[in-house]
């Protein structure tokens, strides 16, 4: 309809009824859109709420009688499970903030930069490519001997120039776009970064893939291109597709093992699934966590727990506190009954430090840590499950 509307040969007045039509449709459409996604927000939000609130042991090991209240370092106990811990660190923190970076590099074994890897952060412009930030970050982690997670490649939002760009006047640029910022910044960071979130949250909550800037001026195959670029680029990094409330059974997660079959039926090099794991968006229980980690396992695909957090709905009380520990608890304990999942990785250092709050408002003290960078009963549950060890069937 609009390519009719601004089809300059055919005369003005039929033009513009197709216009006005063109602009009715939009506008229609846009709204159904703010309507649906309001909707299914909101809904998720109040089953997360709602299912937070009747969590209960599923295991002995949910017990939180059992759980000692001893401290050790997590990446000591990860290390003795055979997993790797990590966390999303501020950046410019991680390097001029001494108690910061000493906090992290006793804690975890891995490290990823919050948003200092992210499309905007190191390609601000399409000719333009920032490192200083990111590469003072990547050594400073490196020379503490921590492992470092690339986040993200590509992901919908890109930056700001690709979101407004006028792609449709330059067929294939887009592409070459795409291709240049993956091959520049894997090729960049070569030997530095173990694993690559190449391609992140592509797949839609209610339907095939989410419809964005590179699914409409590249088609659906940016993601196989997107893991080719990165595989040629860096031959020895790990290339994983990260994605959330895809940890459970539910029609998304299905999507997800669908995706990365087709991707392997293809011959695309991808390695890893991330699992973002923020908790609020999905409550699985353990059998179904353990069911979706095997499904994934079986495509013989590694698996990282790569953003794990998990608001408390206010008000926040004690019994809340207990069952959000329980959570995490039966986290680790899922992974560890998979050998395919092999990094459990926490969005943000502590409570002070995380998007929770800022985004949701009804969720508070996310993380194992507090303010204060002290231990809280969710880290003494997660020792206690690190410290089981792996328990294969
Ligand atoms: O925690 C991140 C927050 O500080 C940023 O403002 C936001 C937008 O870049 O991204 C947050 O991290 C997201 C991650 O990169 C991908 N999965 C969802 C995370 C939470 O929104």
Redesign the pocket.
């Known amino acids: 309809m609009w390519r009719r509307c601004d089809n300059n040969l055919i005369p003005i007045d039929k033009r513009l009824r197709w216009c006005i039509n063109a602009a009715h449709d939009e506008t229609a459409q846009m709204f159904f859109k703010y309507l649906l996604g309001r909707f299914v927000g909101t809904w998720i939000l109040l089953v997360s709420m709602w299912s937070f609130n009747w969590t209960t042991p599923e295991a002995p090991s949910e017990q939180p009688e059992t759980w000692p209240l001893r401290e050790l370092p997590l990446k000591v106990a990860a290390a003795r499970a055979g997993i790797d811990i990590g966390v999303?660190a501020r950046a410019s923190e991680f390097v001029n903030d001494a108690t910061y970076a000493t906090f992290i590099t006793s804690q975890f074994s891995m490290v990823v930069a919050?948003?200092a890897m992210?499309f905007?952060a190191l390609h601000p412009h399409p000719v333009t490519y920032r490192f200083d930030r990111a590469d003072a970050f990547v050594d400073r982690a490196r020379a503490a001997g921590l492992k470092v997670r690339g986040?993200?490649l590509i992901?919908y939002?890109g930056a700001k120039w690709v979101r407004e760009g006028e792609w449709d006047d330059q067929p294939g640029a887009l592409e070459q776009a795409m291709l240049d910022h993956v091959t520049t910044v894997v090729g960049h960071f070569r030997g530095r970064v173990c694993c690559w979130?190449v391609v992140?949250?592509a797949i839609s909550g209610y339907w095939g893939l989410r419809r964005n800037v590179w699914t409409k001026h590249i088609g659906q195959d940016f993601i196989a291109k997107a893991f080719r670029a990165a595989h040629e680029a860096d031959p020895d990094a790990k290339l994983f597709y990260?994605d959330?409330r895809v940890e459970g059974l539910r029609p998304k997660a299905d999507r997800l093992v669908n995706l990365i079959s087709t991707l392997q039926a293809e011959g695309v090099p991808i390695h890893g699934v991330g699992l973002?794991a923020?908790m609020h968006f999905s409550l699985p229980s353990r059998d179904e966590l353990i069911a979706q980690l095997d499904r994934l396992a079986a495509l013989g695909v590694e698996i990282h727990l790569?953003?794990v957090d998990l608001g408390i709905p206010k008000p926040v009380t004690n019994g809340k506190r207990i069952k959000q520990a329980i959570r995490y608890r039966r986290l680790v304990d899922a992974c560890l009954a998979v050998p395919a999942c092999t990094a459990i990785v926490f969005?943000?250092t502590d409570d002070s430090r995380?998007?929770i709050p800022?985004?949701y408002k009804n969720f508070a003290e996310p993380l194992p840590f507090d303010a204060d960078l002290r231990p809280k009963l969710p880290y003494y549950a997660i020792l206690d499950g690190l410290l089981a060890g792996r328990r294969l069937p």
Do not use: I, L, P, V
């Open positions: 999303a919050e948003n992210k905007q986040h993200t992901w939002g979130d992140n949250e990260n959330f973002q923020h790569t953003e969005w943000g995380s998007w800022y985004f």
